[in-house]
């Protein structure tokens, strides 16, 4: 835009210019020696020798009277001149119910919600010669390696994730004056009110209910880790149920002439969508960088024993480009540049007709079928309805000639969220108030519920597969071949070389929905405490929050510890979200422990219980779309579909 810009700032300078040289020479007297027809006037014009004095001419004399007269006729021509030109409305101003100048309208600039994009890097550059710029010309030094960091054992403290101190958050929020004390608060931060917008951050202690933190319990030890990530900070998806950026900036620039905003609204005449589709973000990069950095430092120690074993450690992610970029990105920061040789990445496929634990939606027909695995969006819009009411009205009076929705109101919050994570802040967040932030984040917390955890009937079963790997892993066991009922990828899995049995470190890498389903099909059922969610209201004391479980980069570690205290012996499991401990008594036989802590077999066989009990057929393809309805008919808070009256498991 500066270019341009400058070029046409360039164009009206030259053009100036000419006009003006142009002006100049017509004035002066033109002789041309060549010319027989010069008259003796133009020679004397330019002549420098003396000529004879030409007479003097009279001064015209002008009474005030005449220049009253004059002043008067030339205002009366240019009113009517204007008059006929443009009407009476070049006589009229537009009415304001503000009285500060800053809040006058201004025109919308016919750009306003186009699309932005900066292609980098150039197809074919140049000036790149990658034969001249090697990336290794030997002469590397002494490099002599240390031990290997064990954190998660040796420090006295654990270290915490605050979020994201390269993105700028507003300095106010909203206008509202009785939010004015709460926004002042310190222990407010509106990064944690984004639901699966947000980025990620340590759970305080006793998030879920625990007086515990992630470190290694006392008489314990790490003995392996099986490590749960989702992507980091991503453009908007392509699709979005209830709102959805992309849409709200095209509706925006096709009506970008009849339209203007003042106030807190002013920026949006000039606005332009910036963001892309569904690739990771720079921020979103980072994320994942930091995350291998920080798992490397807490449990770097478990590599000794693939060097004793003479392995090295295989990764999973899918193909999604995002999908495949969190990964390479957690493998930089944990293994450093280059990792050729340290570690091998699995690839599953992302797409129709591929069985795939990271992405089981893809074969399982009813989490495609919008009016069960979309139940969302119902209580989403009840919510909005009722926290964006008012916002909406505010809103309005700030915008003339484009009629808001409370649909484009909720796209403005979601607007804050991905710009920031984007380009690092964004004007939106600056129009809602505290409480409107966390209207969006429970808005969120209904959406997720109701489509990927404990509300939604296709929740546990698309989690089944991964819980099925992760009893494999535990048992040191493939699958049998008749226990391949989910989505589980047999032609992978029954492959000790794809899918590896014997590791002390294991990393998957998937979305936030399977990151909830996962969850559910876990039975952690302290999560769904104060389910089913209100749409009316949000519930106090509230268990189940997307921003605690599944933002951006969200991370769960499932960690193997051998105990050997009177009361604790054995191989034992916990699972910590966000570095939070979950309680597991929602899995039977686990104990209620201070830690967080079940056997291993006990953990193990109650899963395989809960297994037997989750039908793929039924879930995935059986019709109940009536009986779920719409709304508030019906409700789980397991995750299960809803069982035929013949079925003999319930």
């Known amino acids: 835009m500066g270019v341009e810009r400058g070029q046409y700032a360039n164009s009206t300078y030259d053009d100036e210019h000419t006009d003006a040289g142009a002006e100049h020479e017509a004035l002066l007297p033109t002789f041309n020696p060549n010319n027989n027809n010069n008259n003796n006037n133009d020679k004397a014009a330019i002549d420098p020798t003396p000529s004879k004095r030409l007479p003097t001419l009279t001064q015209p004399k002008f009474t005030i009277l005449h220049l009253l007269v004059a002043f008067t006729v030339g205002i009366s021509g240019c ?36 699309t932005q994009i900066h292609a980098f890097p150039p197809p074919s550059p140049t000036n790149a010669f990658p034969s001249l710029f090697p990336t290794n010309v030997g002469y590397a030094g002494g490099t002599p390696t240390g031990a290997e960091p064990a954190l998660i054992a040796t420090a006295p403290q654990y270290p915490i994730h605050t979020g994201a101190a390269q993105l700028v958050k507003p300095e106010t929020l909203g206008d509202k004056g009785n939010d004015k004390k709460k926004e002042k608060g310190v222990s407010w931060d509106l990064f944690k009110h984004w639901g699966n917008l947000a980025p990620w951050y340590s759970n305080e202690r006793g998030t879920f209910g625990l007086d515990s933190g992630p470190g290694t319990p006392d008489t314990c030890r790490v003995t392996g880790l099986h490590f749960l990530h989702r992507h980091g900070a991503r453009y908007p998806t392509a699709w979005a149920s209830f709102g959805g950026p992309a849409d709200f900036a095209g509706r925006l620039h096709k009506v970008a002439d009849d339209w203007t905003a003042k106030g807190n609204l002013a920026f949006m005449n000039d606005w332009t969508y910036k963001l892309g589709e569904e690739l990771l973000t720079p921020f979103g990069r980072q994320q994942l960088y930091d995350l291998g950095i920080s798992m490397r430092l807490k449990y770097g120690f478990l590599l000794k024993n693939f060097t004793e074993t003479n392995t090295i450690p295989v990764f999973r992610t899918e193909s999604q480009d995002r999908m495949l970029h969190s990964a390479l990105n957690f493998a930089i920061g944990f293994f450093g540049y280059p990792f050729e040789g340290q570690y091998q990445q699995s690839i599953t496929i992302e797409a129709d007709g591929f069985n795939n634990t990271l992405a089981p939606y893809d074969t399982c027909h009813n989490a495609r079928h919008r009016p069960i695995s979309d139940r969302g969006k119902w209580y989403v819009e009840q919510w909005a309805n009722i926290y964006l009411n008012d916002t909406r009205e505010r809103l309005q009076s700030q915008l003339e000639g484009y009629d808001l929705s409370v649909e484009d109101v909720y796209t403005m919050q979601q607007m804050c969220a991905y710009e920031t994570v984007a380009i690092g802040y964004s004007k939106f967040c600056e129009l809602f108030t505290q409480s409107e932030w966390e209207g969006f984040d429970y808005s969120l917390d209904l959406y997720f519920w109701y489509n990927s955890a404990f509300g939604s009937p296709v929740a546990r079963v698309q989690g089944a597969g991964w819980v099925q790997e992760f009893i494999a892993r535990l048992e040191h066991k493939p699958i049998a071949p008749h226990e391949h009922r989910f989505s589980t990828n047999y032609t992978l899995d029954d492959s000790e070389i794809t899918f590896p049995l014997n590791q002390s470190l294991y990393v998957d890498a998937t979305h936030e929905v399977v990151v909830l389903n ?39 570690q499932f960690q193997i510890l051998e105990c050997s205290s009177p009361s604790i012996s054995g191989e034992q499991v916990r699972i910590i979200v966000n570095d939070a401990p979950v309680p597991l008594t929602g899995i039977r036989g686990c104990p209620s422990q201070a830690d ?48 035929p009256e013949s079925d003999s498991r319930i």
Not at 95 to 105: L, N, P, Q, R
Not at 616 to 635: A, K, T
């Open 79 to 114: 009113v009517l001149a204007q008059y006929v030109l443009c009407g009476p409305s070049c006589f009229g101003m537009k009415e304001s119910t503000s009285t500060s100048g800053t809040d006058a309208f201004a025109l919308a600039n016919p750009d306003a919600g186009s």
């Open 518 to 556: 996962i969850l559910t099909a876990l039975n952690l059922s302290s999560l769904a405490a104060n389910g089913p969610l209100p749409y009316d209201r949000i519930p106090e004391n509230q268990s189940f929050k997307v921003s605690q479980l599944a933002p951006f980069a969200t991370n769960i």
């Open 596 to 643: 967080g802590l079940c056997p291993v077999d006990t953990f193990v066989k109650a899963q395989k219980e809960i297994l037997e009990k989750t039908s793929w057929e039924w879930d995935c393809f059986g019709d109940y779309e009536n009986v779920v309805g719409v709304g508030d008919e019906w409700e789980t808070v397991t995750g299960d579909a809803p069982r």
